[in-house]
């Protein structure tokens, strides 16, 4: 039986790393940075599962940390996105991860020209999480975790025979590795400190008339998360999102791609009974900073339900009653 | 239910990596006889009017960018592309019907939009 599950996988992924030829275009990151993800590794036979719904919203253009306001149009872009992620504990120090996006719309609008509006899955994710240091006594613990990302939604979306935009596109288009870090320490009963660094490899997309890579991206995060009152807690997280500049064909650097943005994003989360939860926080950005012109990100509000069942709990449980 | 969500993900990403795309069939009653555009080079965010001129019955046309957008359709259409977009773009034109399908492709140089602190 492992070895049949060991197989299943590996052709999975062989199979999505050879389908690789249908993309058409550039441009387009994929799903956005959802900021929960990094969470520590979880315990033994703990599942847990979420879904979170993000609206985001962006209509300036930026030239490098100012506005840009001297082209001829007005441009807006929106989205309403879902992601379905879950979790499980193999063991005490491996967790495995999924997550799959997918857009309601991605729409553009310019002034005196119809909308542009793609939709439909975006990009999946597996990730191994692993709980490499873990000192209750401290509350502290490592939990570093490598990941890969498939471009399993369309990346080449039409309107009657007319391709759409890469910026509608719901897909990145690229296969995407990633390694993350995160750090966190429990500071009495009510505060927790945590980081996050995350590192982001694209693979060169390259087709027939159709060559791009997007450049490295990288992550850097701090929290303070306040328990305020009995389910209640706040956490405020500053982030930093750095992406190095795009190569497309005969390897040309593109000098408008590649950003450097700061956010503030706010979270409150409440915890109900029976391991459910209830979050809210948005993406502010307070520093931005782009590479030639481009439209820059505005900003993003999220709301997530998180459900966690701990199977050794529930047997335990249910023994009991027995 | 581990093995429920496991199986459940190896089964989408199964789905997503079989859906493979229609072969093309060419057809000998289409032919392109042209394919120009307006202007060529073009500035970032201007754009440019790309026109096919092809023989055949009742001929559909499809419009694919490596960069930049288009807006409209049929047998003329209204290309540009942002400062993203910057460099030789290739612009490819099917033109099909029931006997199936021609394509050509076109080159249009992007410019870089000037910008003010450089000026």
Same mark, same amino acid.
């Given at each position: 039986?492992?070895?049949?599950?060991?197989?299943?996988?590996?052709?999975?992924?062989?199979?999505?790393?050879?389908?690789?030829?249908?993309?058409?275009?550039?441009?387009?990151?994929?799903?956005?940075?959802?900021?929960?993800?990094?969470?520590?590794?979880?315990?033994?036979?703990?599942?847990?599962?979420?879904?979170?719904?993000?609206?985001?919203?962006?209509?300036?253009?930026?030239?490098?940390?100012?506005?840009?306001?001297?082209?001829?149009?007005?441009?807006?872009?929106?989205?309403?996105?879902?992601?379905?992620?879950?979790?499980?504990?193999?063991?005490?120090?491996?967790?495995?991860?999924?997550?799959?996006?997918?857009?309601?719309?991605?729409?553009?609008?310019?002034?005196?020209?119809?909308?542009?509006?793609?939709?439909?899955?975006?990009?999946?994710?597996?990730?191994?999480?692993?709980?490499?240091?873990?000192?209750?006594?401290?509350?502290?613990?490592?939990?570093?975790?490598?990941?890969?990302?498939?471009?399993?939604?369309?990346?080449?979306?039409?309107?009657?025979?007319?391709?759409?935009?890469?910026?509608?596109?719901?897909?990145?288009?690229?296969?995407?590795?990633?390694?993350?870090?995160?750090?966190?320490?429990?500071?009495?009963?009510?505060?927790?400190?945590?980081?996050?660094?995350?590192?982001?490899?694209?693979?060169?997309?390259?087709?027939?008339?159709?060559?791009?890579?997007?450049?490295?991206?990288?992550?850097?995060?701090?929290?303070?998360?306040?328990?305020?009152?009995?389910?209640?807690?706040?956490?405020?997280?500053?982030?930093?999102?750095?992406?190095?500049?795009?190569?497309?064909?005969?390897?040309?650097?593109?000098?408008?791609?590649?950003?450097?943005?700061?956010?503030?994003?706010?979270?409150?989360?409440?915890?109900?009974?029976?391991?459910?939860?209830?979050?809210?926080?948005?993406?502010?950005?307070?520093?931005?900073?782009?590479?030639?012109?481009?439209?820059?990100?505005?900003?993003?509000?999220?709301?997530?339900?998180?459900?966690?069942?701990?199977?050794?709990?529930?047997?335990?449980?249910?023994?009991?009653?027995? | 239910?581990?093995?429920?969500?496991?199986?459940?993900?190896?089964?989408?990403?199964?789905?997503?990596?079989?859906?493979?795309?229609?072969?093309?069939?060419?057809?000998?009653?289409?032919?392109?006889?042209?394919?120009? &555009?307006?202007?060529?080079? #073009?500035?970032?965010?201007?754009? @440019?009017?790309?026109?096919?001129?092809? =023989? $055949?019955?009742?001929?559909?046309?499809?419009?694919?960018?490596?960069?930049?957008?288009?807006?409209?359709?049929?047998?003329?259409?209204?290309?540009? &592309?942002?400062?993203?977009? #910057?460099?030789?773009?290739?612009? @490819?034109?099917?033109?099909?019907?029931? =006997? $199936?399908?021609?394509?050509?492709?076109?080159?249009?140089?992007?410019?870089?939009?000037?910008?003010?602190?450089?000026?």
């Amino acid at each position: 039986m492992p070895k049949i599950r060991f197989l299943l996988c590996f052709n999975s992924l062989l199979l999505l790393l050879i389908n690789n030829e249908s993309f058409a275009q550039c441009c387009s990151s994929g799903n956005p940075f959802i900021s929960d993800a990094e969470q520590p590794a979880l315990q033994s036979k703990v599942l847990t599962s979420s879904l979170t719904y993000r609206y985001s919203h962006a209509s300036k253009y930026y030239a490098e940390d100012s506005p840009f306001n001297d082209l001829p149009f007005e441009q807006t872009s929106y989205s309403n996105y879902a992601e379905f992620q879950v979790g499980y504990g193999i063991t005490n120090w491996l967790t495995v991860m999924a997550d799959l996006g997918y857009f309601f719309n991605k729409t553009l609008t310019t002034t005196g020209q119809d909308p542009y509006k793609g939709y439909g899955l975006g990009d999946a994710e597996l990730y191994l999480k692993f709980n490499a240091y873990t000192n209750p006594r401290l509350k502290f613990s490592i939990s570093p975790s490598i990941g890969m990302k498939f471009p399993i939604g369309v990346f080449d979306q039409e309107v009657d025979n007319v391709q759409l935009p890469i910026t509608v596109q719901p897909s990145s288009g690229s296969y995407k590795y990633t390694g993350n870090i995160f750090v966190s320490k429990g500071m009495g009963k009510k505060i927790a400190l945590a980081a996050f660094v995350s590192y982001e490899y694209s693979q060169l997309i390259e087709s027939d008339n159709f060559y791009y890579k997007y450049g490295d991206q990288w992550i850097g995060a701090i929290y303070f998360n306040y328990h305020i009152w009995k389910g209640l807690g706040i956490d405020l997280q500053v982030r930093n999102e750095y992406r190095a500049k795009s190569t497309r064909e005969n390897d040309e650097i593109v000098e408008a791609s590649g950003y450097d943005v700061v956010f503030f994003t706010p979270q409150l989360t409440y915890a109900f009974k029976h391991n459910w939860y209830l979050s809210a926080y948005s993406d502010i950005p307070v520093y931005k900073y782009y590479n030639g012109i481009q439209m820059s990100f505005g900003y993003a509000v999220s709301a997530r339900i998180t459900k966690k069942i701990d199977f050794i709990a529930l047997k335990a449980r249910k023994e009991a009653k027995k | 239910m581990k093995r429920f969500f496991v199986v459940s993900f190896l089964f989408l990403l199964l789905l997503a990596a079989c859906a493979k795309k229609d072969a093309v069939k060419l057809s000998d009653s289409i032919q392109i006889v042209s394919l120009t &555009a307006s202007l060529n080079p #073009v500035k970032a965010w201007d754009t @440019t009017v790309i026109t096919v001129v092809a =023989t $055949g019955d009742s001929l559909q046309y499809g419009w694919k960018a490596n960069h930049g957008n288009f807006t409209g359709g049929g047998k003329q259409i209204r290309y540009a &592309a942002g400062e993203c977009c #910057v460099g030789l773009n290739t612009i @490819t034109c099917r033109v099909f019907n029931n =006997t $199936g399908e021609v394509s050509d492709t076109v080159m249009i140089r992007v410019t870089s939009y000037i910008h003010p602190k450089k000026k």
